[in-house]
């Protein structure tokens, strides 16, 4: 009976390390951006400066390094949930929990995904989904800024996808 539980908490303290890291890398992945240049700056051979135009470049790298961020702590509690999965000691009870996990965790990423695309769909500049157990966040990019319309048309595609209400759904502009 020990072992069940020792089992348990290990795909729990899993989860929760996988959706500490998630966070993390997002928040940490806002405050890293580099203003000091300009994407696309050169200077010529005579000396003047040429700038290439860039749709909000900065903001691409960020959605870009959300993504990353988000594959690459799913892609660490995948690997560790099927290490958990191939354990010979493991018992039932914990080899399905760890299953179950698995399930949420592509689920997740296929609905993050889904939204993505329906947000941009919607003419929105880029978008992020981040999907935990218990909320949701989006976060957009949207030339005009979002009001309260935006944010209501995001809410709705949210609660479509998902069974997430809307007091669980969080809905943020990228600076």
Known sequence: MKQVWKKRAVAATVLVFVGAAVYLNWRYA??????????????????????????QGTENDYFATARLSRKQ????????????????????SVLNEASETLQVLASYTVAEAQIESLVTAKGYADCVAFMGQDSISVVVSDADGLDATDVAKIKDIVISETEYTPDQIKIMEAN
Not at 30 to 55: C, F, R
Not at 73 to 92: F, G, H, P
């Open 73 to 92: 702590a799913r892609d660490n509690a995948i690997s560790m949930l099927k290490e958990a999965e191939t354990d010979e000691n493991a018992e039932q």
């Open 30 to 55: 806002d405050n890293v951006a580099d203003t000091s240049k300009v994407l696309g700056q050169s200077t010529l051979v005579s000396g003047q400066d040429e700038t290439v135009e860039q749709t």
